[in-house]
């Protein structure tokens, strides 16, 4: 966390940065996933992601324009939502996007852990 704080908000204390990071729900902002779930997809795909990428939760802003120390602009997101959301939608634009990667989620995942029937390809 301390990493993130130097790297990111370096301009606030870091104990303004803890205290609105801990505050913050541990799941995307947009389609919802936790890290948990997270975990569980890369357990069974250990080749989620071409990069790696994607193994945590990460800071996003909502307006992405505000700087990173505007505490109440940032969220968690996803590295999916937060990597097709861009600098190009608003928040509100995304939400729908967000609650379609939520259904596929749900699918991949299933009510108790994940589906077995997701395929060995994706």
Known sequence: MRDLWIKKCGDISYDEF???YLNNT????????????????????PKLTK????????????APNEKYSNLG????????????????????EFMKVGAVIKE????RL???GLNKDY???L
């Open 18 to 20: 803890e205290a609105a």
């Open 26 to 45: 541990p799941h995307c902002h947009y389609c919802g996933i936790t890290t948990e779930q997270i975990q569980q997809l890369w357990e069974m795909k």
């Open 51 to 62: 990069r790696g990428r994607g193994r945590k939760l990460e800071l996003e802003r909502l």
């Open 73 to 92: 602009n940032l969220v968690f997101s996803c590295y999916w939502c937060n990597n097709a959301k861009t600098d190009t939608f608003t928040e509100e």
């Open 104 to 107: 596929i989620w749900e699918e």
């Open 110 to 112: 299933g009510k108790n």
């Open 119 to 121: 395929p060995d390809n």
